[in-house]
């Protein structure tokens, strides 16, 4: 059975920082690009982030310079390392796991809340 289980959300202020993480199951963890999307109340699921098996990094415009995605193939664990954040940071944040050869799976969210 395959789980990706995030943590490490909450409630921070306008230019502080938080350390996302999603632990997976199930899968052959280094073979899978992993990604991080989130989806604010009321907008469309959007990609921040994502990270091949190879650890190429690719991030949205809007994270650019304050984001950096990472992973650890030995934990089978992603991370997503937020800083400066801002209130329109502010959602539901996803792990992602894509493979060519299986289907898409998902975590079931860890809310980050930016006060300002």
């Known amino acids: 059975q395959v789980q990706l289980v995030e943590s490490g959300g909450g409630l921070v202020q306008a230019g502080d920082s938080l350390r996302l993480s999603c632990a997976a199951s199930?899968?052959?963890?280094?073979?899978?690009?992993m990604g991080w999307y989130r989806q604010a109340p009321g907008k469309e699921r959007e990609l921040v982030a994502s990270?091949?098996?190879?650890?190429?990094?690719d991030y949205a415009d809007s994270v650019k310079g304050r984001f950096t995605i990472s992973r650890d193939n030995a934990k089978k664990t992603a991370y997503l390392q937020m800083s400066m954040l801002a209130p329109e940071d502010t959602a539901v944040y996803f792990c992602?796991?894509?493979?060519?050869?299986?289907?898409?799976?998902w975590g079931k969210g860890t809310q980050v809340t930016v006060s300002s």
């Open positions: 992602n796991a894509y493979w060519t050869y299986t289907k898409d799976y």
């Open positions: 199930g899968i052959s963890f280094s073979v899978y690009r």
């Open positions: 990270i091949t098996g190879g650890n190429v990094p």
